[in-house]
């Protein structure tokens, strides 16, 4: 197939481009790389030292004797350079990556809020607009988060996007109506990714464009038997206050002699996926496009759901390190428990990494290697949800003085 890769330079996208071409499809990555920039403008950098693009790219045709294509393209602000793009490249699946993803950030001033809602507004908009004016016949696969359905809790299963609902006619007699599973957005990023579901949902009726929207989990781990091959296609590994997850905080954290730091009671229960389950996903939603007139299909792309003390104690487990609890600078519940379906991904094959299998081997080597690299400075989490939220605090190192 020839597939579009959108933000194919990030997280989650730079392996799957790789995945992708090797399996044999001719690949073209499409990233204005603005999430380089905003690292620049936050004083951060990955763990990992990652390339530049045109590195990258090069190294990937040493090792592999494959090209990739790569344009530099703002989806978001320069409609006319995707469409034409589109045109050009005449896709047979486009992979939507192209958004901010970090929900501190998007909470971090007006600017922040601004940017995130017309960044992943448009760039969602524009490319649905492109491929109906071009009338193309291309799958989309859209990676939203697990975020949308909100974290209340209420002791049942998310369901993949869809809820039955019945409700009573004036003539009081019972209707039924398949929705969208109510959104319950937690930050602006998961607004945006709220507001991009009801676009599918419009663009997949009115234009029966074939969309897949996987709600994805919090991705955990670095590198992939791809990125595996040459250190020029090492991942990126993220750990600072806005766009570093929470298990990256805790590994650089406890390779670095600190305790890991809780937000809050660490209650909070997520849903978790190893990026190379990731990588696998995508590749098996491209194998299965729904047919053209279907709704949206959503698909809820996780492995396991854990309570982030439970995931800083398995850590704790295997490092040794010590658990510091922190002032949450978000604002949601201090605990919850979460169920969620991912029946889709498993009919189809998946069989996922678990963090307790897994953490040891791979993601720890990772933060060994390059933790001459660690800056203590960027993890605390400076963003604040609310006025009334005071920022977590990074203790002291262990034996350092004060905890
Ligand atoms: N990382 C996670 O834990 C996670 C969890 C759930 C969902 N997701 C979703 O997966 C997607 C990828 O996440 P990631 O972790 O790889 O993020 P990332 O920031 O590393 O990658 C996104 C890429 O998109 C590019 N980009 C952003 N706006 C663009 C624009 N207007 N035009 C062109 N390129 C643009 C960025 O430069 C970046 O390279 C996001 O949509 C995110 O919401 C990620």
């Known amino acids: 197939m020839r597939i579009m890769v959108l933000g194919g330079d990030g997280f989650c996208g730079w392996p799957t481009a790789l995945r992708l071409s090797r399996d044999g499809h001719e690949v073209t990555i499409v990233d204005n790389l603005s999430h380089r920039r905003i690292d620049g403008e936050l004083g951060v950098e990955s763990l990992t030292p990652i390339a530049d693009i045109d590195e990258r790219l090069a190294a990937w045709q040493r090792v592999s004797g494959r090209s990739i294509a790569f344009r530099n393209v703002d989806i978001a602000q320069d409609y006319d350079g995707l469409r034409s793009l589109l045109s050009e490249v005449d896709p047979d699946a486009v992979v939507h990556f192209a958004e901010q993803r970090a929900a501190p950030y998007s ?24 491929l109906v004016e071009l009338d193309l016949d291309a799958h989309l696969v859209h990676l939203g988060t697990m975020g949308v359905y909100g974290y209340s809790g209420d002791g049942f299963e998310i369901p993949e996007g869809y809820l039955d609902v019945s409700v009573s006619n004036t003539e009081g007699q019972a209707a039924t109506r398949c929705i969208l599973y109510p959104t319950q957005p937690g930050s602006v990023y998961h607004l945006s990714k709220s507001l991009d579901q009801l676009l599918f949902q419009f663009y997949a009726r009115n234009d029966r464009l074939r969309i897949t929207d996987l709600h994805q989990g919090i991705v955990w781990g670095t590198q992939t038997e791809e990125t595996r091959l040459d250190d020029a296609l090492v991942n990126r590994f993220d750990y600072d ?68 003390k439970g995931v800083a104690e398995l850590v704790a487990s295997i490092t040794g390190a010590q658990l510091a609890h922190v002032d949450n600078p978000r604002k949601e519940a201090e605990s919850n428990s979460l169920q969620a379906s991912n029946q889709t991904f498993r009919t189809l094959g998946l069989e996922p990494i678990l963090l307790r299998d897994a953490l040891l081997n791979e993601t720890l080597e990772v933060v060994e290697r390059f933790k001459h690299r660690f800056n203590p400075d960027v993890v605390p989490a400076r963003s604040l949800w609310t006025r009334e939220n005071r920022p977590g605090v990074l203790p002291d190192p262990i034996g350092g003085g004060a905890s």
């Open 241 to 308: 206050g806005d766009y570093g997850t929470v298990l990256n905080r805790f590994l650089v954290e406890a390779v670095n002699g600190y305790p890991l730091t809780v937000h809050g009671s660490g209650g909070q229960t997520r849903a978790f996926i190893n990026i190379q389950d990731t990588v696998r996903c995508v590749a098996l939603a491209l194998a299965h496009p729904p047919p053209r007139g279907e709704r949206v299909r959503i698909i809820n792309q996780l492995a396991e759901t854990q309570s982030v």
């Open 107 to 130: 909470m971090r001033n007006s600017a922040t809020k601004r940017y995130t809602i017309d960044n992943n507004i448009n760039a969602t908009h524009n490319l649905l607009v492109a």
